[in-house]
């Protein structure tokens, strides 16, 4: 279970969580509005438990993520560059030479400029599809203005065909309210997915089901003095049962797997 050393969502981390905002009485209208040249390191753990059948498997990634808002287009896009500076993977630290760099622009309200395509699941990587799954939702804001309590989403076309699910990812958010975050008054957002999980498989000798379901819960915590997320955490949570059906040459042979996985990410800003 070899974790990524690249940050497996597109859009850097920050990006994900950083905000302009405007005061109303009771209400904020949110907005993307970072200044060119903004530098940032962000620190992530994540751990990730795995149990298949009656084997348990736990794995911790430690990341270091430098990014950089290379430029901010007339229109209000931003340009962000996002490299990995160090990772380590169960105390092991992976080469410089496997770490990522990437580049990204996103719109003001969030949502990247090039819509990101996740490709069909396969069997031999299952679990890394549905970590990409999950790994794009971000952090998105309607064109309204928001007060505590209220509720926006955001769609995510999957693509997959009928009886496959999920075809569509609904994430909602949610304006929690005002808390303190290291002797700062933060916006607490919380968003969360979930869906469920059934793929297929069939070949002339052999088919595959998959049936189970995925959950995401997590929380942003904005600081609108600094201009960016100061925190954010995540919990993950998938489980599901894959069956198996095979011609041996006498019989159909057939074995089931439940799999349990549960994956929390931690990230916080640690410069500025």
């Not at 700062?184 to 999980?197: E, N, Y």
């Not at 600094?226 to 894959?242: E, F, H, K, P, W």
Request: glycine share 6%.
């Amino acid at each position: 279970m070899r974790g990524h050393c690249k940050w497996s969502v597109t859009v850097p981390l920050a990006l994900l969580v950083l905000v302009g905002w405007v005061y109303s009485p009771e209400r904020w209208l949110f907005r993307f509005s970072v200044r060119e040249g903004t530098a940032m390191t962000w620190h992530i753990l994540m751990t990730t438990r795995k149990i298949v059948n009656t084997r348990s498997q736990t794995e911790t990634v430690e990341l270091w993520v430098q990014e950089r808002v290379e430029q901010v287009r007339n229109n209000g896009n931003l340009v962000w560059a996002s490299r990995v500076i160090r990772c380590v993977i169960n105390g092991e630290v992976v080469p410089p030479s496997e770490l990522e760099e990437t580049v990204a622009e996103l719109t003001p309200l969030g949502y990247p400029v090039r819509t990101v395509s996740i490709p069909p699941p396969t069997l031999n990587r299952l679990d890394e599809w549905l970590l990409d799954l999950f790994g794009s939702v971000t952090l998105v804001f309607p064109a309204s203005e928001v007060s505590v309590g209220d509720r926006w989403h955001h769609n995510i076309a999957v693509g997959l065909k009928p009886p496959n699910e999920p075809r569509c990812l609904l994430v909602t958010y949610r304006l929690e309210g005002k808390e303190k975050l290291e002797e700062r008054a933060c916006f607490r957002i919380g968003v969360s997915a979930q869906t469920p999980l059934r793929l297929l498989w069939r070949s002339k000798d052999a088919s595959t089901t998959v049936n189970g379901g995925a959950k995401l819960e997590g929380i942003f915590w904005f600081d609108p003095q600094l201009g960016t997320v100061r925190q954010r955490r995540v919990t993950l949570d998938i489980s599901y049962a894959l069956e198996t059906e095979h011609w041996d040459g006498l019989k159909f042979v057939q074995r089931t797997q439940f799999v349990n996985q549960t994956m929390e990410i931690s990230a916080r800003l640690s410069a500025p």
